[in-house]
């Protein structure tokens, strides 16, 4: 055949080079036949090592896992699933190095993709950087994602939230949170982890308002209504917050938590001097009585920490066995003893400042003894709370 | 293409018979017009690169399928499998290498280099099939080897058998080995200007303008039917690396020294060993590389398989940070100790992916080591480890181009180019100050071949046309000066001969003789431009080789040297004396 080609064609370089040709086809159609099974060979391989890997993953086995996730992604190293799950792995066994190193390597392929941005974000989370994990969490909210767009989009929104939320970065958590519940769609459950997180951002308008979204369709929402009586409570609008907490109560009587904000604000209501439409025997009754409960509360923490103060012994006035505490607590008391004659004069004068000097020391007597002796209990607490709540209450 | 032999005799007897124009069909003879032999062996030139693209292929996949068989996925620590393997398969390689191939021991960069200085290009194609299946079970078996060189070998040998059935001339036949080569090299690589610089650095060992062409054509389209085949990604995937302070560059500095000494230590062992075991007894050479097996298998027995085979997954983790440094340190000893057992032992296989691992690893130890000593450096692992493999393909193959191009390529990254330049310098002058002879030379020398390499080109202090210059004579002459003025201007001067500034340009030389015997022959009205000949004298540039001068002394009394901007001003003159002197070897007084 050679031959008779030879002399048919004699080594014209034409020829030759229709020859090399022909050669080069059936060279790529045979490599390519092969490439084609050892390429299936691979992938097979890859997602058998793939699906052993994860096994392994879920069942604890966390190092035998990791070399399974890598020879699968050894096996088909252009597979980014294998890839960005190695990098979860990795992350998740606490290798931050290694991890990151993996997805953005991914990320530098496909910087646009959400899955990607929120497996970095969570890298950067658990590194505590909050630069970088703002930027990948917002990479991932505006980002190109499979499925579920929106849904992974608030995901990786919520998580940001929650992330600033430990790293105390309220005002980026509240800015965040009012783009969420902008975007959130009538689902109660979506609305009620919002509003859960606007009070924790202590945004307590937006997150009644978002409470009061829900129960505007739904108004035996239990969890809106504890939330709502919770936030009310927090906020000071605690007749608010008593008409939530008495209906939350009323659909969940066994809930403790409840029953003893409820209480505490039954208390703050019955014992605020201030509150509005309350008669001027019922003020100056409420001041007294708050008066003699900061001064027994003085006392009591005196005693609590080993004070001697003049309203116990009045011979032994501003001795102490702790300096540091005595001082505060004396000062306090001496206040008290000078204020108490001045009580009489609530019957007799009216528009005086009487009464906001009384809950002045009030109010600085609870707060010292909170600081000193604990959270109090009861009255004291509402004293306590009504303090805090001088100016923002509304009731 | 008139001929296909028409440049210089053939090689072989076959190849005697003359390639004619007498095919019937009128259609060939019209295109035939268009080849030259100089346009067809370029064409020739793609289709190396194509058939050896191929080649790599199928040897890539051979090596892959041979490691998942013979050890599985996943790496087998702890295993009797991982002794057994190397061992026998050893046994087997080298009665294969004994008995079939001889000549495919070792890496195969050498062997080319010959075929191209010594065998006018001549690779048997028995060779590519030896390397191809030995090295595919060697590499496969968990040999500490690369393949590389291999894939550079197939290649060459590949583009010689090609050569020989064309029936090209003596000269394309000898440039068919570097080609295929490249061709090799790049598809294995999957970097085609590093596998052209290495070819044109370690087996063509000169720059040569003539064969670029041919050697970037076969590489690239080699590359391309590689990727055709297993994708575009790059060999590793490369963690982000990134340089930012200068300061650093003096941590890069230290990585260059250290892998220059790791190199040195390196070339050393495989120095010492290599004619050792060579000088064994024959029968040895059938336990030799399943010694170098067992050894290499319980190293990776006892907790280290990673130096098993080439080990571009294990830098591909070193790279992405996951190996401690102290890891990676012990990782870099392992490799060179077991690499250098399988080299010395005989096994076919590479060294480029030995070189690469050693310094990922000595790499990404020495950044752990300098990040744990001053924090504030931030070059990740995967930086440094990128780095350091391009420091020991510098200090160890001395290859200080291909070794820059080679990581920049790899990693598809410039922003590392100064810390890459730095370190590999600093470890090519290292490493070259400790060990003079870099490894390729060493191996040549020991197998009683002496070939030209560019690091003696380096060496080599070139002499030019300026270094024989005698300066301008005092007298010069025009062609437009009559014979009696001249002669008048010559007067009493010692000077024999006068060069002659031609019209409009050129230079032409007159002896005083010529003009005397004139004058008194009454012709002092001619001038001097009727007694010279039209045809100037050759002219020279200082900045020449002397070589080019070689030409013109002996027919020419002198031949002018002039100024490249302006050709009408004499820098001087070449004689043959001046010319000689300089070629003369020192005198011993």
């Known amino acids: ?395 | 293409m008139k001929d296909l032999t028409t440049a210089s005799a053939p090689v072989t007897a076959r190849a005697e018979h003359p390639v004619r124009f007498r095919g019937p069909r009128r259609l060939f003879e019209a295109f035939e017009d268009v080849f030259d032999e100089e346009s067809f062996f370029l064409i020739v030139c793609v289709f190396i690169g194509i058939f050896s693209g191929l080649a790599v292929v199928c040897f890539r996949i051979a090596i892959d399928w041979t490691h998942l068989a013979l050890l599985g996925p996943l790496p087998p620590v702890h295993n009797w499998r991982i002794l057994v393997v190397p061992s026998v398969v050893g046994l087997v390689v080298a009665i294969l290498v004994v008995h079939v191939f001889p000549a495919i021991r070792g890496s195969g960069v050498n062997q080319t280099k010959a075929a191209l200085y010594i065998f006018n290009g001549f690779i048997p194609f028995r060779t590519a099939i030896g390397k191809f299946l030995c090295a595919a079970l060697a590499i496969g078996s968990g040999q500490s080897l690369g393949p590389e060189d291999p894939s550079l070998q197939i290649g060459a040998s590949l583009a010689s058998v090609l050569g020989r059935q064309l029936k090209l001339s003596r000269e394309k036949l000898r440039l068919m080995a570097p080609v295929g080569a490249a061709a090799g090299l790049a598809a294995a690589f999957n970097a085609p200007i590093s596998a052209v610089l290495f070819v044109i650095e370690e087996v063509i060992g000169r720059w040569s303008a003539g064969i670029l062409g041919s050697v970037v054509l076969a590489a690239v389209a080699s590359v391309v039917v590689e990727r055709w085949f297993l994708g575009s990604e790059p060999i590793f995937r490369i963690p982000v690396t990134a340089f930012k302070r200068p300061s650093e560059l003096i941590a890069y500095l230290v990585l260059g020294v250290v892998g220059g000494v790791a190199a040195v230590i390196f070339a050393k062992a495989i120095g010492f060993l290599r004619p050792r075991l060579k000088a064994m007894p024959r029968w040895t050479q059938y336990f030799q590389p399943a010694i170098a097996g067992l050894l290499i298998g319980l190293i990776g027995y006892f907790g280290f398989p990673q130096v098993m085979g080439a080990g571009y997954d294990y830098m591909d983790q070193a790279m992405h940070g996951q190996y401690v440094w102290q890891l990676l340190a012990t990782l870099a000893v392992l490799k060179i100790l077991a690499t250098t057992l399988s080299f010395v032992s005989g096994t076919p296989g590479g060294m480029f992916a030995p070189a690469l691992f050693v310094g990922a690893m000595l790499g990404g130890a020495v950044g752990g080591v300098e990040r744990y000593l001053f924090p504030h450096l931030v070059g990740s692992t995967g930086t440094y480890a990128l780095v350091g493999m391009g420091v020991l393909f510098a200090g160890f193959l001395r290859a200080p181009m291909t070794s820059v191009f080679m990581v920049l390529e790899v990693s598809g990254n410039y922003e590392i180019i100064v810390p890459v330049i730095v370190a590999n310098t600093f470890a090519y002058l290292v490493s070259r100050s400790l060990e003079p002879i870099p490894i390729f030379d060493l191996l040549t020398r020991q197998d009683g071949l002496v070939l030209p390499s560019l690091e003696e080109e380096r060496e080599e202090a070139i002499l030019r046309v300026e270094d024989a210059m005698l300066s301008a004579p005092a007298i010069i002459l025009s062609a437009a000066d009559y014979i009696d003025a001249a002669e008048r201007r010559i007067g009493n001067s010692a000077q024999t001969i006068f060069p002659v500034r031609l019209q409009p340009s050129g230079w032409g030389a007159i002896t005083r003789e010529q003009i005397e015997r004139r004058f008194k022959e009454g012709k002092g009205e001619h001038t001097i431009g009727s007694l010279i000949s039209a045809q100037p004298l050759p002219s020279l540039y200082p900045d020449l080789p002397l070589d080019s001068a070689l030409r013109f002394v002996q027919s020419c009394p002198i031949v002018p040297v002039v100024n490249r901007a302006n050709p009408q001003k004499l820098e001087g003159i070449v004689t043959s004396q001046s010319v000689f002197a300089k070629y003369a070897p020192p005198r011993r007084d």
């Open chain 1, 1 to 395: 055949m050679a031959k008779f080609l030879d002399k048919l064609f004699p080594r014209s370089a034409i020829l030759v080079l229709v020859l090399l040709t022909l050669a080069a086809v059936v060279g790529f159609a045979v490599v390519g036949h092969l490439v084609t099974r050892y390429n299936a060979n691979r992938q097979a391989r890859g997602r058998r090592l793939y699906a052993q890997g994860l096994a392994d993953l879920n069942s604890g086995n966390a190092g035998k896992a990791l070399e399974e996730l890598r020879a699968a992604l050894t096996s088909d190293p252009s597979n980014g699933q294998y890839e960005l799950s190695l990098g979860r792995a990795l992350r998740d066994t606490g290798r931050l190095d290694e991890a990151e190193s993996y997805l953005e390597s991914l990320w530098q392929r496909t910087p646009e993709d959400g899955t990607i941005n929120l497996a970095l974000a969570r890298v950067a989370a658990r590194r505590g950087s909050i630069n970088d994990a703002l930027r990948y969490y917002h990479n991932a909210m505006y980002g190109v994602w499979a499925s579920d767009a929106d849904g992974n989009r608030r995901k990786a929104q919520t998580e940001l939230i929650e992330f600033l939320l430990q790293k105390n970065a309220l005002a980026e958590a509240r800015s965040e949170l009012v783009a969420l519940a902008a975007s959130l769609p009538p689902d109660p459950v979506l609305q009620l982890r919002t509003a859960e997180l606007m009070l924790q951002t202590h945004d307590y308008g937006d997150a009644l308002a978002e409470y009061e979204r829900i129960l505007r369709v739904d108004r035996g929402n239990a969890a809106a209504l504890a939330g709502a009586g919770e936030t009310a409570y927090r906020a000071g609008r605690y007749r608010t917050a008593q008409d939530y907490l008495q209906a939350a109560v009323s659909t969940n009587s066994t809930d403790a938590n409840l029953a003893d904000l409820l209480a505490s604000t039954n208390a703050i209501l019955q014992a605020n001097p201030f509150a509005r439409r309350i008669s001027d025997a019922e003020r100056n009754r409420r001041l007294a009585a708050a008066f003699d409960d900061a001064g027994q509360r003085l006392t009591d923490c005196a005693q609590q920490r080993g004070i001697s103060l003049a309203m116990v012994k009045p011979a032994a006035s501003s001795l102490s066995a702790s300096p540091g505490l005595a001082s505060p607590l004396a000062s306090l008391e001496s206040r008290w003893l000078a204020t108490k004659p001045e009580l009489r004069r609530l019957r007799y004068e009216e528009e005086n400042d009487l009464p906001d000097v009384i809950m002045d020391l009030v109010f600085a007597i609870e707060q010292q003894t909170a600081q000193d002796c604990g959270e109090p209990q009861g009255v004291n607490h509402a004293l306590l709370m009504i303090a805090r709540d001088r100016d923002t209450a509304d009731e």
